[in-house]
């Protein structure tokens, strides 16, 4: 191993820096890396000396703060690749969004802040390979779904003893929800609805010595899903747990909702919350090796048609319905059909599978919804020749491994894909550690289920992508250890899962 990455091990092992005067050190949210380019990474802290503060603005003046910044080849900082002074405005809660440029492709990182004489922690990341190269074996890991009252961040914490290159979070980093009773922890305030209460509910969670920890050693690739807003919120339709807000106060609430997740996420000024907009759908490039398609399934979706909850539901088959609104379709199948990499994988939020009761109920808040929307999006990947495309989702709580099939009720029907799906971080407490697959009689290609807390890690090369499910026994104490719970081996030119 490298020098640096043991300074950085050390530095993630170790506490976070304490200071002599810990009501003035700044740095309590700790420091995280995002969308990492061939040449480019952008790197994210926000200042807060009390994260807790009722206004939102963690104890911080109400004047803008200097923010200098630094990446080195090594964790000693002996010399740097890049650096410079980025203002932390007050009206952005004091984060900053640096776009470090100029570095190498396929190079290890080390990057650390300083601000109001106070240094950050030292923290790891990484370049992609260079445009058209396929690089070295790619480690990559997939989370959602970290409710902070469920439990201990155990799961976060062994994701970043593994050293991936890169994390992909995909939703419910956040829960907007007020506490309930008997959690494990207990969060900070009622329901978040005012842009005071997103900052406090970030701030919480980002003072999670686990969470800080998988921020400290890769760059994140982040979209979010509902609960970092309300949760089964669809575009501007309020959702039907919190009727009472009008339609107006619903879209300023998601507003300052998705004004919060700029804030708290290692973002692209560009990703930058504009009203009640944010433009979230994009593509990260990894050499040649893969392509990950980042989806944003909430923002222009069409209501829930019959509810939100599981539903026998003939409305959820009308043509015209919509998960990603029709530009980010066309902008998604535009992309597949340019085969960028080996590989094109989905990273969004809701399981994509079909999936129904013996009653024939499926889920309204996921695609089976959206029927129509599904059959064009898997038609299409058909129609463009994608080779095994992989989709990941986050959002049920539960690890599943599902191959894609054109027709779900036919159980003859080729695998046209295949479907990973993280269980939670957090979210439903320890689980049971049932494996069984529900409802497996009538859905023969949902292959792999288990409702313990974990993450899924890749390991992803030209010829094939291994993908192991990982889960703690336990999240009501701190200190599980990880083990593997199932495995499956995914090949460009087999569509579907292989049983490892
Ligand atoms: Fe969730
Ligand atoms: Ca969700």
Known sequence: MLGG?????????????????????????????????????????????????????????????????????????????????????????????????????????????????????????????????????????????????????????????????????LGDYIYENAPVPGAVRRHEGDEAITLADYRRRYAQYKTDPDLQMAHLIAPWVVVPDDHEVEDNYAGLARADDYPHLTAGQFRARRAMAYQAYYENMPLRPANAAHGA?????????????????????????DDQVCGDLIEVCPDADQPGRTITGAAQERWLLDGLAQHLGVWDLLGQQVFFAGQRSAAGAGNMDDWEGYRAARDRLQRGWVDRHVRNPVVLTGDVHQAWANDLKADYADPDSAAIGAELVCTSISTGGDGTGSTLVPDAAVNPHLRFFSDRRGYVRTRITADRIQADFRAVDQISRPGAPVRPVGSFVLEPDHPGLITA
């Open 277 to 301: 907009g944010m433009a979230l759908y994009r593509r990260i490039r990894w050499g040649r090796l893969a392509t990950f398609h980042m989806l944003d399934t909430r923002q222009f979706r």
């Open 5 to 169: 990455l043991a300074v950085a091990a050390a530095a993630v092992s170790a506490p976070l820096p304490r200071v002599r005067v810990p009501e003035r050190y700044p740095f309590h949210l700790g420091v995280a890396s995002g969308e990492p380019g061939s040449t480019t990474v952008v790197l994210w802290t926000r200042l807060a000396r009390d994260p807790l503060a009722p206004d939102g603005h963690g104890g911080m003046p109400d004047t803008d703060v200097a923010v200098e910044w630094q990446v080195s080849a090594t964790g000693s900082f002996a010399a740097l690749s890049a650096s410079g002074v980025e203002v932390a405005r007050h009206a952005d809660a004091h984060s900053v969004h640096v776009v470090a440029r100029g570095l190498r492709p396929d190079a290890e990182y080390f990057y650390r802040f300083r601000a109001l004489g106070e240094v950050s922690a030292v923290a790891r990341t990484r370049t992609a390979p260079a445009p058209g190269t396929l690089g070295p074996p790619l480690a990559m890991a997939f989370v959602s779904c970290a409710n902070w009252e469920s439990g201990y961040y155990t799961a976060y914490r062994r994701l970043a003893e593994e050293q991936p290159d890169l994390i992909l979070h």
